[in-house]
Antibody, heavy 117, light 108 residues
């Protein structure tokens, strides 16, 4: 069955970096666009970044543009999110999700990123 | 950026009642690429509706979506105890793929 498993979260200081990973299984990873969505504690969902199925295009929310980088390795069935110059307001659960014409139809359980001094 | 505004913010109903949730977009949603998600505490979102009106796999037929352009509705025909949760709409036709702020459906 389709499975997405995020990892790499943790507690970091403002201004530092972190890399999140999302391991995919149970479907043809290279055929789907993939996305990162975050949720700050007690808040709603915020789309963060997306990448086309072949990695040819990346898309970002204005709030993370020029700080975060989304990438993928289709040989490893893995999606990544490089978080640079982290801010306190980046504190959230980060979900990876599979995208397509049918919306975001598969989600991981999320990984928590806490940015605090 | 397309801004999605959901109403009401909180909806208090009893099991067996009908729920109607609204999602209004600041501009036309491309190709009706509008989705609805349900989220329960401590869980990731679950896709309910895509393409404004198509039910996702395994979603009960008491959930239905309608609308086009800028106005969309999620209807739950007969509320079950497990339906009380937060619901989000999302447009995924144009980047950034924005979400609404959510509607909390609570037991009256």
């Amino acid at each position: 069955q389709t499975q997405l498993v995020e990892s790499g979260g943790g507690v970091v200081q403002p201004g530092t970096s972190l890399r999140l990973s999302c391991a995919a299984s149970g479907f043809i990873f290279s055929a789907y666009g993939m996305h990162w969505v975050r949720q700050a504690p007690g808040k709603g969902l915020e789309w963060v970044a997306g990448i086309r199925y072949d990695g040819s295009n990346e898309y970002y929310a204005d709030s993370v543009k020029a700080r975060f980088i989304v990438s993928r390795d289709n040989t490893k069935n893995t999606l990544y999110l490089q978080l640079n110059r982290l801010r306190v307001e980046d504190t959230a659960v980060y979900y990876c999700a599979r995208g397509g014409e049918k919306g975001f139809d598969a989600w991981g359980q999320g990984t928590m990123v806490t940015v605090s001094s | 950026e397309i801004v999605l505004t959901q109403s009401p913010g909180t909806l208090s109903l009893s099991p067996g009642e009908r729920a109607t949730l609204s999602c209004r977009a600041s501009q036309n949603v491309f190709s009706s690429y509008l989705a609805w998600y349900q989220q329960k505490p401590g869980q990731p979102p679950r896709l309910l509706i895509y393409g404004a009106s198509s039910r996702a796999t395994g979603i009960p037929d008491r959930f239905s979506g309608s609308g086009s352009g800028t106005d969309f509705t999620l209807t739950i025909s007969r509320l079950q105890p497990e339906d009380f949760a937060v619901y989000y709409c999302q447009q995924y036709g144009n980047s950034p793929y924005t979400f609404g702020q959510g509607t909390k459906l609570e037991i009256k």
